[in-house]
């Protein structure tokens, strides 16, 4: 249930799953689909209808006390999954109870979205359904729970959403929900060209009439349905709502509300077991209060760790002893380190510079403008390749230490007697390339526009260690940084094991 920390904070599954092995002491039907591991714990098998079946069955009667009967060709309703559609209802409409009035669009067999809002809740319904056989179960389902008082079952004809149903009532419904057919073909319901192939194949079962699966133009063209039949009706439902099997179709589905004016919008997303949903729902009311849309907790409660790369108090003792070669007077354990860490990005042609930090550290804000650490073990082969293919002169003769009065040429100077070039292969030192940085020039580490990444280092003392932080503040790729951390690390070890 890896989802379930977070479920809408009411849903009573949200802290305490299912216990199967109570269900099935107490409900004989139920216990026919458990199954023991040999670890011996009890699990369910998702992929079997009839074994989900039994599961929402024994919730509905276990937890809320409703006796429902569902056709195994029709959808099964996952419990908790409805249940946080119904507890978002009550965060729309300002609370759970109180006498409301909603509409379920194609409120399928099992009828649950108006047993658990009448039982919960008190609420009426008006529950539409285009599938007689879906029409009949819903019908009987309601009779032998005795809500008939409170939920009205009414068939439609095919494509009718809420213009149709409504057209001869005049009442004002507080919402309406809806459990769209999420695919526009066979293909799509098969998950072919609308499933993610790195995802792994769905965990259990995907159960459904026609009707209830599919669609013309998917979830997307159907939920726009709504939206044209809502800028009719508008202020005849306070608020809109249909629950969603795709993220992806969020985005265009609000930006069509915004372009159609509509001024109240807002989102959410449903987490249950290993299964994501989400909802959408609108109002033409100025008055009513919006629910603020999901931030991005998850992400957000995982706080972002530094890379830690920790120099042993043997390795600091060799920088310190190899920091005056690089003009490091004060040779501190963590002043030389930084010292190495400055000589290594000036090397990388890395930005950088010092930044204020605690009395017990030292800081650097960097800012990789090119990728200049990675193969850089292949670099230095090739460079040291290139530098032993340089043509070299040719040792000298007898014949030219006989006869002195011809000058040779000399080797080190490029330039003639007569001031000009005279051509001889002379290792000369290359210009920066264009597209590399010169350290050291007028760019600024925090201002510059065009760049990799920007990272925050710091160096500390810990005991008899240094311990470097490298801390994430913006960029392109946070790998970047794992590699360029790997490349310091290997430079100062590497630089540590040579001898003073």
């Given at each position: 249930m890896a989802l379930n920390k977070s479920m809408h904070p009411r849903n009573r599954y949200k802290d305490k799953p299912p216990d199967f092995v109570y269900l099935a002491s107490k409900y004989p039907e139920f216990q026919k689909h458990v199954q023991t591991t040999l670890t011996g714990r009890v699990t369910l098998n998702f992929k079997d209808p009839e074994a989900v079946?039994?599961?929402?069955?024994?919730?509905?009667k276990e937890d809320f006390g409703l006796t429902i009967e569902i056709p195994l060709e029709r959808l099964i309703p996952t419990v908790p999954l409805r249940l946080n559609y119904i507890h978002w209802v009550e965060d729309l409409i300002g609370g759970q109870g109180n006498p409301r009035r909603g509409i379920d669009i194609g409120t399928g067999a099992s009828c649950i979205y108006p047993l658990l809002g009448a039982t919960m809740n008190g609420w009426f319904f008006l529950a539409t359904e285009v599938d007689d056989i879906c029409f009949n179960y819903a019908k009987k389902n309601v009779e032998q729970n005795?809500?008939?008082?409170?939920?009205?079952?009414?068939?439609v004809p095919q494509k009718t959403l809420l213009m149709d149903a409504l057209k001869e009532e005049s009442i004002v419904y507080d919402f309406c929900m809806c459990n769209p057919p999420f695919f526009a073909n066979q293909l799509e319901a098969k998950g072919v060209n609308s499933r993610n192939s790195r995802r792994p194949p769905p965990s259990s079962i995907n159960t459904g009439g026609v009707t209830e699966i599919m669609?013309?133009?998917?979830?997307?063209?159907?939920?726009?349905?709504?939206?044209?039949?809502?800028?009719?009706?508008?202020?005849?439902?306070?608020?809109y709502s249909c629950m969603l099997g795709k993220k992806c179709s969020l985005a265009p589905l609000k930006d069509e509300l915004r372009k159609q004016g509509v001024?109240?919008?807002?989102?959410?997303?449903?987490?249950?077991?290993?299964?994501?949903?989400?909802?959408?729902?609108?109002?033409?009311?100025?008055?009513v209060p919006v629910p603020s849309p999901p931030c991005k907790k998850r992400k957000l409660d995982k706080a972002r760790k530094p890379l830690i790369l920790t120099v042993l108090k043997a390795t600091v003792a060799e920088l310190q002893a190899q920091a005056p070669s690089i003009g490091c007077t004060d040779i501190s354990p963590t002043e030389s380190v930084c010292a190495w860490?400055?000589?290594?990005?000036?090397?990388?042609?890395?930005?950088?510079?010092?930044?204020?930090?605690?009395?017990?550290e030292l800081s650097l804000f960097l800012t990789a403008v090119k990728n200049t650490w990675v193969h850089t073990r292949q670099k230095r082969r090739e460079q040291g390749r290139h530098l032993r293919e340089l043509p070299r002169a040719e040792p000298a003769s007898a014949t030219d230490t006989a006869a002195p009065s011809v000058p040779a040429?000399?080797?080190?100077?490029?330039?003639g007697s007569n001031g000009k070039e005279t051509g001889a292969d002379v290792p000369m030192e290359s210009p920066t390339e264009p597209n590399e940085v010169a350290v050291g020039g007028p760019q600024n580490p925090e201002t510059v526009q065009h760049f990799l990444f920007k990272c925050l280092v710091n160096v500390k003392e810990e005991e008899n260690d240094v311990v470097v932080e490298m801390h994430w503040v913006e960029g392109q790729n946070k790998d970047l940084m794992n590699q360029l951390c790997t490349c310091l690390k290997n430079s100062l070890f590497r630089q540590a094991a040579k001898t003073t």
């Amino acid at each position: 249930m890896a989802l379930n920390k977070s479920m809408h904070p009411r849903n009573r599954y949200k802290d305490k799953p299912p216990d199967f092995v109570y269900l099935a002491s107490k409900y004989p039907e139920f216990q026919k689909h458990v199954q023991t591991t040999l670890t011996g714990r009890v699990t369910l098998n998702f992929k079997d209808p009839e074994a989900v079946r039994a599961l929402t069955c024994t919730l509905l009667k276990e937890d809320f006390g409703l006796t429902i009967e569902i056709p195994l060709e029709r959808l099964i309703p996952t419990v908790p999954l409805r249940l946080n559609y119904i507890h978002w209802v009550e965060d729309l409409i300002g609370g759970q109870g109180n006498p409301r009035r909603g509409i379920d669009i194609g409120t399928g067999a099992s009828c649950i979205y108006p047993l658990l809002g009448a039982t919960m809740n008190g609420w009426f319904f008006l529950a539409t359904e285009v599938d007689d056989i879906c029409f009949n179960y819903a019908k009987k389902n309601v009779e032998q729970n005795h809500l008939a008082e409170l939920i009205k079952v009414v068939k439609v004809p095919q494509k009718t959403l809420l213009m149709d149903a409504l057209k001869e009532e005049s009442i004002v419904y507080d919402f309406c929900m809806c459990n769209p057919p999420f695919f526009a073909n066979q293909l799509e319901a098969k998950g072919v060209n609308s499933r993610n192939s790195r995802r792994p194949p769905p965990s259990s079962i995907n159960t459904g009439g026609v009707t209830e699966i599919m669609a013309e133009g998917g979830e997307l063209e159907f939920v726009k349905r709504i939206i044209h039949d809502s800028l009719q009706l508008k202020k005849r439902l306070r608020w809109y709502s249909c629950m969603l099997g795709k993220k992806c179709s969020l985005a265009p589905l609000k930006d069509e509300l915004r372009k159609q004016g509509v001024p109240k919008v807002t989102h959410t997303e449903f987490c249950q077991g290993r299964t994501m949903r989400w909802a959408l729902a609108w109002s033409f009311y100025d008055d009513v209060p919006v629910p603020s849309p999901p931030c991005k907790k998850r992400k957000l409660d995982k706080a972002r760790k530094p890379l830690i790369l920790t120099v042993l108090k043997a390795t600091v003792a060799e920088l310190q002893a190899q920091a005056p070669s690089i003009g490091c007077t004060d040779i501190s354990p963590t002043e030389s380190v930084c010292a190495w860490l400055e000589n290594i990005l000036t090397d990388l042609k890395i930005l950088h510079k010092r930044v204020p930090c605690g009395e017990a550290e030292l800081s650097l804000f960097l800012t990789a403008v090119k990728n200049t650490w990675v193969h850089t073990r292949q670099k230095r082969r090739e460079q040291g390749r290139h530098l032993r293919e340089l043509p070299r002169a040719e040792p000298a003769s007898a014949t030219d230490t006989a006869a002195p009065s011809v000058p040779a040429p000399e080797e080190t100077t490029a330039e003639g007697s007569n001031g000009k070039e005279t051509g001889a292969d002379v290792p000369m030192e290359s210009p920066t390339e264009p597209n590399e940085v010169a350290v050291g020039g007028p760019q600024n580490p925090e201002t510059v526009q065009h760049f990799l990444f920007k990272c925050l280092v710091n160096v500390k003392e810990e005991e008899n260690d240094v311990v470097v932080e490298m801390h994430w503040v913006e960029g392109q790729n946070k790998d970047l940084m794992n590699q360029l951390c790997t490349c310091l690390k290997n430079s100062l070890f590497r630089q540590a094991a040579k001898t003073t």
